[in-house]
């Protein structure tokens, strides 16, 4: 689930980065092309954290339910997430 985590965080680091850039650009300050490529980037940028987040529950029910059979068949109790 960690890598979940580094995922969804560094495509939300990029949406503020697409923030910071509208803002300039609304101030009518000029924009490098790396910021540029930030705002163009903004829907592609938005969909990844929506798909990332649709799939964190399906993954964290499923790390559940292998721990569970794990620790079952090893007869310890599983550990709480």
């Known amino acids: 689930m960690r890598m979940r985590g580094?995922?969804?965080r560094g495509k939300k680091f990029?949406?503020?980065?697409?923030?910071?850039?509208?803002e300039s650009?609304?101030?009518?300050?000029?924009i490098n092309k790396e910021q540029e490529e930030v705002l163009r980037s903004k829907p592609s940028v938005l969909a990844l954290i929506d798909e990332l987040e649709?799939?964190?529950?399906?993954?964290?029910?499923?790390?559940t339910e292998e721990l569970n059979?794990?620790?079952?068949?090893?007869?310890?109790?599983?550990?709480?997430?």
């Open 54 to 63: 649709k799939l964190r529950q399906p993954l964290q029910t499923a790390l």
């Open 69 to 81: 059979a794990v620790f079952t068949y090893s007869n310890r109790q599983p550990p709480s997430l």
């Open 25 to 30: 650009l609304s101030q009518g300050k000029q």
């Open 6 to 8: 580094y995922g969804v």
């Open 14 to 22: 990029q949406l503020s980065a697409t923030a910071s850039s509208e």
